[in-house]
């Protein structure tokens, strides 16, 4: 058979970068799902095992300090040696360490996988952002980043219910109607183990489309015309083929203002936000009277509805910046705004009288929070230019902080004076947040571009 010719020079760019976010789109969701399925299962899981509360809380921040520690290490892999391999470990290592959370025979067992889960997970989003630097024009960069959180907030929104339904599957199918004992005693696995197991299986099988039909760069595809290429490329500098960090470079990452401040920004975030993924069942049961059980759709829609904010503001940002070419006004904007709205919306919570109106204001909050979240994250991308993904992996670790001291700090804190106190806690973190923009810019890299430059061109010469 004759070769294919290639296509004229003047051909319609091709499509496969919307291929690439297809990958990232589910990858989001994954990774968002199998961190939130446990507090649908936090009842079974402490009626098993005989955990407390308090002890559940720092089973939740295990996972997130081993995920915040390791975030560099995973992102630097990731621009040191491509994000393909480096994304395919991470998500393998996750969907081992899912499955293993339903084999936990007790606290210290369930603390340990959920820390290797962390280790496991770190590095996601910032390779996430490694590919979105190699596929991506960089005027679509905020609308794809409120993409990757709109199917991120979903896949949290959708895990209570998935995980509800799997459940109530394996219940039916083992005649278990509630936990048993753990396997420590040698009792058959019930239903929420099941579920854990499943879960892992899924990451899976992303892993087998995603090895066979991801190429890491534009000119490394096939199907990928010169077209497309030329659309990507166009606006960025020369890109360096063997991606090395000065120690000059790695000094300036620990002291640019930009990262800094987006670093403070996501620990006051994520320390709200985990509030959904952590305490919300446990506060419509204990405040409001709705059991784990019928509580899937109420704790998922504040996620569900901040999936579309995230998406929708990473739109306005785009399309703005680029009629404008006010590229701070117009990512500050979304953010700002979203926090202080999200600060009111929390300390209003304290005034509801029903589930109902408690669930329209904690839809409320996380939309608003989560309005920012495509124009923060085309920001780091932005500021990372080259090292993306280091850059991301720098934000991921100090951002997770607030995701990891919520949940045993916020279990004290309603235990000792009660859930008024700890929503007034979101509110005034939410307030920290807003302030953090008026200390980035979104225009400069955190690395020195000339002596970058040079650098590349010694590197690409040898």
Same mark, same amino acid.
């Given at each position: 058979?004759?070769?294919?010719?290639?296509?004229?020079?003047?051909?319609?760019?091709?499509?496969?970068?919307?291929?690439?976010?297809?990958?990232?789109?589910?990858? +989001?969701?994954?990774?968002?799902?199998?961190?939130? !399925?446990?507090?649908?299962?936090?009842?079974?899981?402490?009626?098993?095992?005989?955990?407390?509360?308090?002890?559940?809380?720092?089973?939740?921040?295990?996972?997130?300090?081993?995920?915040? &520690?390791?975030?560099?290490?995973?992102?630097?892999?990731?621009?040191?040696?491509?994000?393909?391999?480096?994304?395919?470990?991470?998500?393998?290592?996750?969907?081992?360490?899912?499955?293993?959370?339903?084999?936990?025979?007790?606290?210290?067992?369930?603390?340990?996988?959920?820390?290797?889960?962390?280790?496991?997970?770190?590095?996601?989003?910032?390779?996430?952002?490694?590919?979105?630097?190699?596929?991506?024009?960089?005027?679509?960069?905020?609308?794809?980043?409120?993409?990757?959180?709109?199917?991120?907030?979903?896949?949290?929104?959708?895990?209570?219910?998935?995980?509800?339904?799997?459940?109530?599957?394996?219940?039916?199918?083992?005649?278990?109607?509630?936990?048993?004992?753990?396997?420590?005693?040698?009792?058959?696995?019930?239903?929420?183990?099941?579920?854990?197991?499943?879960?892992?299986?899924?990451?899976?099988?992303?892993?087998?489309?995603?090895?066979?039909?991801?190429?890491?760069?534009?000119?490394?595809?096939?199907?990928?015309?010169?077209?497309?290429?030329?659309?990507?490329?166009?606006?960025?500098?020369?890109?360096?083929?063997?991606?090395?960090?000065?120690?000059?470079?790695?000094?300036?990452?620990?002291?640019?203002?930009?990262?800094?401040?987006?670093?403070?920004?996501?620990?006051?975030?994520?320390?709200?936000?985990?509030?959904?993924?952590?305490?919300?069942?446990?506060?419509?049961?204990?405040?409001?009277?709705?059991?784990?059980?019928?509580?899937?759709?109420?704790?998922?829609?504040?996620?569900?509805?901040?999936?579309?904010? !995230?998406?929708?503001?990473?739109?306005?940002?785009?399309?703005?910046?680029?009629?404008?070419?006010?590229?701070?006004?117009?990512?500050?904007?979304?953010?700002?705004?979203?926090?202080?709205?999200?600060?009111?919306?929390?300390?209003?919570?304290?005034?509801?009288?029903?589930?109902?109106?408690?669930?329209?204001?904690?839809?409320?909050?996380? +939309?608003?929070?989560?309005?920012?979240?495509?124009?923060?994250?085309?920001?780091?991308?932005?500021?990372?230019?080259?090292?993306?993904?280091?850059?991301?992996?720098?934000?991921?670790?100090?951002?997770?902080?607030?995701?990891?001291?919520?949940?045993?700090?916020?279990?004290?804190?309603?235990?000792?004076?009660?859930?008024?106190?700890?929503?007034?806690?979101?509110?005034?973190?939410?307030?920290?947040?807003?302030?953090?923009?008026?200390?980035?810019?979104?225009?400069?890299? &955190?690395?020195?571009?000339?002596?970058?430059?040079?650098?590349?061109?010694?590197?690409?010469?040898?």
């Amino acid at each position: 058979m004759a070769p294919t010719p290639p296509p004229p020079a003047d051909a319609a760019p091709t499509r496969v970068r919307f291929k690439v976010m297809f990958f990232l789109c589910v990858l +989001s969701f994954l990774t968002y799902f199998d961190r939130q !399925c446990i507090t649908r299962a936090q009842g079974d899981i402490q009626h098993a095992l005989n955990i407390s509360s308090i002890q559940m809380g720092w089973v939740f921040a295990a996972f997130w300090f081993a995920y915040a &520690f390791f975030e560099i290490p995973g992102g630097w892999l990731g621009d040191r040696y491509g994000a393909k391999g480096t994304l395919l470990r991470i998500v393998i290592a996750w969907s081992i360490l899912t499955a293993l959370t339903g084999a936990a025979t007790g606290i210290f067992t369930l603390l340990l996988w959920r820390f290797l889960f962390g280790v496991g997970e770190a590095g996601a989003y910032p390779n996430m952002a490694r590919v979105q630097s190699n596929w991506l024009p960089i005027l679509a960069r905020a609308r794809a980043g409120g993409m990757l959180w709109l199917m991120a907030r979903w896949g949290a929104a959708f895990a209570p219910l998935i995980f509800g339904s799997l459940t109530r599957f394996y219940d039916g199918l083992l005649g278990t109607e509630a936990p048993g004992p753990n396997l420590a005693h040698g009792a058959e696995p019930v239903a929420w183990r099941f579920s854990f197991w499943t879960a892992g299986v899924i990451g899976v099988v992303w892993c087998l489309f995603f090895y066979y039909s991801f190429r890491e760069k534009p000119q490394d595809d096939p199907g990928c015309n010169q077209a497309e290429r030329d659309l990507i490329a166009a606006g960025r500098p020369p890109q360096v083929e063997k991606h090395t960090m000065a120690k000059s470079e790695w000094k300036a990452l620990f002291q640019t203002r930009s990262l800094w401040a987006i670093g403070i920004l996501y620990i006051c975030n994520s320390f709200g936000w985990s509030f959904y993924v952590s305490w919300a069942p446990k506060y419509l049961k204990e405040v409001h009277g709705v059991e784990f059980a019928k509580s899937e759709i109420m704790s998922g829609l504040p996620l569900f509805f901040g999936g579309i904010s !995230c998406l929708v503001g990473g739109l306005l940002s785009d399309y703005l910046v680029r009629r404008t070419g006010r590229k701070w006004l117009f990512r500050a904007l979304f953010p700002i705004c979203g926090y202080a709205t999200a600060a009111l919306a929390m300390f209003a919570i304290r005034f509801t009288d029903s589930p109902g109106e408690a669930t329209v204001l904690l839809c409320i909050a996380n +939309s608003a929070g989560d309005f920012g979240q495509g124009a923060n994250w085309a920001t780091i991308v932005d500021i990372g230019g080259r090292y993306a993904g280091v850059a991301a992996g720098f934000i991921n670790m100090v951002g997770n902080a607030g995701n990891y001291l919520q949940p045993p700090i916020g279990a004290w804190v309603f235990s000792t004076f009660g859930w008024n106190v700890l929503f007034g806690v979101y509110a005034t973190m939410y307030i920290v947040a807003a302030g953090m923009w008026f200390f980035v810019d979104p225009n400069r890299h &955190f690395y020195d571009d000339a002596a970058r430059e040079g650098r590349a061109g010694e590197l690409n010469a040898q």
